[in-house]
């Protein structure tokens, strides 16, 4: 839950500032005629949609367990994570090449520049500001692993989606600037078609690395390798357990976990002994972490694993 409230407060602030941003930069752009403005109006018009519908997600994800849904509702945020994904791809990216096209072939002078570079300094300072608090907070959950890693191995899409989302914003930014002022000191409007091209190309990037990674968390991810490390220390340390056979995890969402174990238990056991372990082993790895969401033991020897496990490796793809 704290990973959430974080996630919340990232998103808090980049709806914030997009909302400001966007409404600053359409008066803007209908004020010049800027095409690489109105193509970054758009944009912001689009990140704050996408911090709704990830605050949405937040709100669905945290529903509890019922009939329909046994393990609860994760990946609800997996789901809207897929969606602001396809947005930045066909909103973003689909409007900003459409105005960069229709620009170049019917170029049209932007008026009065200064009103431009107002409004785009006032926005770098609003999306610094969203990226450096969505940055922190990205920092502070990917520990010691580099920014690549931490993206392919988060479990929470929310943080990075806003990062991204910011750090394409900053980009359109300074390409919007450069386009705006070469439209200006060659005399050639379709410059400023050309930076709302780059600014769709920016914008299609962004949109396909978010793609994905909510994809592979929509269709179900492991737990991290230290996790599972974790959780075979804990069931290795039981005194009733001979072997641990095999592990399998799954991530619902970023705080539930389901874990699958495959366990070979000493032979002069009882069956009372053997359910005692499997509550007594539940019980230490829910303390450990909670984001364990359900725990499954299948009692079975090793011989029998390797058996199926054999069988399974030899079924087609």
Not at 62 to 85: C, Q
Not at 266 to 283: L, P, W
């Amino acid at each position: 839950m704290a990973a959430h409230s974080g996630s919340k407060t990232v998103i808090y602030a980049a709806v914030a500032g997009n909302l400001l941003i966007a409404a600053t930069k359409f008066v803007a752009a209908g004020w010049t005629g800027s095409s690489a403005m109105l193509s970054e109006g758009v944009h912001s018009l689009v990140d704050t949609g996408n911090g709704l519908l990830l605050l949405y997600g937040l709100r669905r994800a945290a529903r509890p367990p019922d009939l329909t849904h046994p393990f609860g509702h994760g990946r609800e945020l997996y789901f809207w994570s897929f969606i602001v994904a396809l947005l930045v791809f066909a909103v973003g990216a689909g409007v900003s090449f459409y105005e960069g096209v229709s620009h170049i072939i019917a170029p049209r002078h932007a008026s009065n520049l200064t009103a431009n570079y107002v409004v785009l300094g006032v926005s770098v300072l609003f999306e610094g500001y969203t990226w450096r608090i969505a940055l922190k907070e990205f920092r502070a959950a990917k520990g010691s692993l580099g920014y690549y890693a931490a993206v392919r191995q988060s479990k929470d899409p929310s943080v990075f989606t806003v990062l991204f989302e910011d750090t394409a914003a900053l980009i359109g930014l300074l390409i919007a600037f450069l386009g705006i002022t070469a439209a200006a000191y060659f005399g050639r409007p379709e410059f400023d078609g050309v930076a709302s091209l780059l600014i769709g190309a920016i914008l299609a990037l962004t949109a396909i690395v978010l793609a994905r990674e909510s994809k592979a968390l929509l269709l179900g991810e492991a737990a991290l390798p230290q996790v599972q490390d974790e959780i075979l220390a804990t069931v290795r340390g039981d005194p009733d357990v001979e072997r641990v056979n095999g592990l399998t995890t799954v991530h619902l969402g970023p705080d539930q976990i389901v874990v699958a174990l495959s366990l070979e238990f000493r032979d002069n056991r009882s069956t009372a002994d053997i359910e005692a372990c499997v509550e007594r082993i539940e019980a230490k790895l829910r303390e450990d972490r909670s984001d364990i969401a359900s725990v499954f033991v299948k009692p079975q020897t090793s011989a029998k694993w390797r058996a199926q496990a054999e069988v399974a490796s030899q079924a087609p793809p």
